[in-house]
């Protein structure tokens, strides 16, 4: 059997048929044969969840964390690690009903094309949640986040708003707690608010037994990201796009991002469901926006053409660190989610003084001499990166790591009359280099050679200090992913934080290991 040659199934049995019927945790699960495709916190959790339904489970990984190995033995689930690029003779004499795939997997995977060709119906996590979602009590309703950027702070914020509305809230999804961990949580729920990503949305079906059916969606943003695994800006779009399908109650979108807008006037939505506008500017009616100072409700009231409801001030946002413009638009849209779940004003209020964003993202590290140092490792692309360059008047950049695919020259260009210097890190500098020489040739550039990931950061903050002057701001705002070098956004952040502290004379700051993969 070569590489990428696939041998059918033994038979082609109707297997949409019995999988129309599972549309429950109630249903009759027992014997399906699943096979599920990686040993994540999401193929694990779907083998999990597919054992203790009685399915007949296999999961196929190229590799397996020690632990959830020793997992799958403990709940009786053969495991198969393989080189995925081929076929997995287990897999073929499983001859599953279903597979079930983690969000890694590039949509031409040659499994999937395998599972295609065999007429293998395949799903995402999702999808199983979706389906199984009644295990404790009645379903509870879904609000569902993606974009671009601000998915998981938006996702928090939502949640720690309805929380303060006196809700049980389970915040899950790509934010870090797989859907099927939550919706088998004993306690049960109110709402769960669900961040997706573009590869979980890509797997979701419009319509059907598995088609998501949420009370509220957002997409908060658009750009291109990620088009090495979808293919092209159109796919990457048109997977965001199926958030909002089928939604009942809000279809909360970016009036500053047209695209968002357009995507919801191109939605299949449930009838009654309304369009929702927020924004940094004057809220018109059916919008969330800001009125002098104060952030204002104008969707969520009777008289909406009239009157509006204070939800909080720029102000109070400025005190406990939150009014960075792009932070701002967050808490307007997580506002309105919260708000379609009925959450009131001075909920929303009482949220927002003890709420405190994640580290990584615009955390200020240290300040010395007049200089800023600020971590948004979570900058992952260059639609974050604009946002966190535009909050600062005169900036060190740190940039670079893998770039997906994307040009960074826009990013460049636009915010070259900021720059004090850059120091460039990663393994596909010649890019962002090149970037440099076309849209800031003047613009004093170091680049960061080193293998050693341990002497990244050390290097890259020397060279930074070299650079800034009083009253600047050395940003690490990478515009690119972290795994070339680190294990993961956090990883590169921490590590940012511990150089600065060892060049300031600071010590120690956080033990880089403690941070999760991502």
């Given at each position: 059997m070569g590489a990428h040659s696939f041998d059918p199934p033994r038979q082609a049995p109707d297997r949409h048929g019995r999988l129309d019927t599972l549309t429950s945790w109630h249903s009759d699960w027992t014997g399906l044969r699943v096979a599920v495709l990686g040993l994540g916190m999401t193929g694990f959790a779907a083998a999990d969840t597919l054992s203790e339904l009685g399915a007949d489970v296999l999961v196929v990984a190229g590799r397996a964390p020690d632990d959830r190995a020793r997992l799958l033995q403990v709940l009786g689930v053969p495991l198969v690690t393989a080189d995925l690029d081929a076929a997995p003779d287990t897999l073929v004499s499983h001859d599953p009903e279903l597979i079930i795939v983690s969000p890694g997997f590039h949509p031409d995977h040659p499994l999937l094309q395998w599972a295609a060709s065999a007429a293998i119906p395949v799903w995402g996590d999702i999808e199983l949640a979706w389906r199984l979602r009644d295990k404790v009590g009645p379903a509870a309703p879904w609000i569902l986040v993606t974009g671009t950027n601000g998915k998981t702070t938006t996702v928090?914020?939502?949640?720690?708003?309805?929380?303060?509305?006196?809700?049980?809230?389970?915040?899950?999804?790509?934010?870090?707690?797989?859907?099927?961990?939550?919706?088998?949580?004993?306690?049960?729920?109110?709402?769960?608010?669900?961040?997706?990503?573009?590869?979980?949305?890509?797997?979701?079906?419009?319509?059907?037994?598995?088609?998501?059916?949420?009370?509220?969606?957002?997409?908060?943003?658009?750009?291109?990201?990620?088009?090495?695994?979808?293919?092209?800006?159109?796919?990457?779009?048109?997977?965001?796009?199926?958030?909002?399908?089928?939604?009942?109650?809000?279809?909360?979108?970016?009036?500053?991002?047209?695209?968002?807008?357009r995507m919801v006037e191109d939605a299949d939505v449930s009838d009654g469901a309304r369009a929702i506008g927020f924004g940094l500017g004057v809220p018109g009616p059916s919008d969330l926006g800001i009125v002098d100072g104060i952030l204002c409700d104008r969707a969520f009231l009777e008289d909406r053409f009239d009157s509006a409801i204070e939800l909080t001030t720029v102000a109070d946002l400025v005190a406990v660190g939150l009014a960075a413009p792009h932070v701002v638009a967050n808490i307007l849209a997580a506002a309105a989610l919260a708000r379609s779940f009925d959450v009131p004003p001075d909920a929303i209020r009482a949220a927002l003084a003890t709420f405190r964003l994640d580290a990584h993202r615009i955390e200020v590290i240290a300040t010395h001499d007049g200089i800023s140092w600020i971590d948004d490792s979570k900058a992952t692309n260059p639609h974050a990166a604009d946002a966190s360059l535009a909050a600062y008047d005169s900036v060190v950049w740190l940039v670079g790591g893998l770039l997906k695919g994307v040009d960074i020259g826009e990013l460049v260009a636009r915010h070259a009359g900021r720059l004090r210097g850059a120091v460039v890190i990663g393994v596909e500098r010649a890019e962002v280099l090149a970037a440099f020489r076309r849209h800031a040739p003047a613009l004093r550039v170091f680049e960061i050679d080193s293998d050693d990931t341990g002497q990244v950061m050390p290097s890259a903050v020397d060279m930074a200090a070299s650079l800034a002057e009083a009253g600047d701001v050395v940003l690490l705002a990478p515009a690119a992913a972290s795994m070339d070098q680190f294990a993961s956004y956090a990883e590169r952040g921490a590590k940012f934080a511990q150089a600065v502290h060892d060049y300031l004379g600071g010590g120690s700051h956080e033990d880089p290991s403690s941070y999760p993969g991502a």
């Open positions: 928090q914020l939502a949640a720690t708003m309805i929380a303060a509305g006196g809700h049980r809230v389970a915040p899950c999804g790509n934010i870090g707690v797989p859907v099927l961990d939550a919706i088998r949580d004993p306690q049960g729920w109110d709402v769960l608010v669900v961040e997706l990503s573009s590869y979980q949305l890509h797997h979701l079906p419009l319509s059907g037994p598995g088609a998501l059916v949420p009370l509220s969606s957002v997409c908060l943003n658009i750009a291109d990201d990620h088009i090495d695994w979808h293919g092209s800006a159109l796919a990457y779009r048109d997977a965001k796009a199926k958030v909002y399908a089928n939604t009942t109650v809000a279809c909360v979108y970016n009036k500053a991002d047209l695209a968002t807008m």
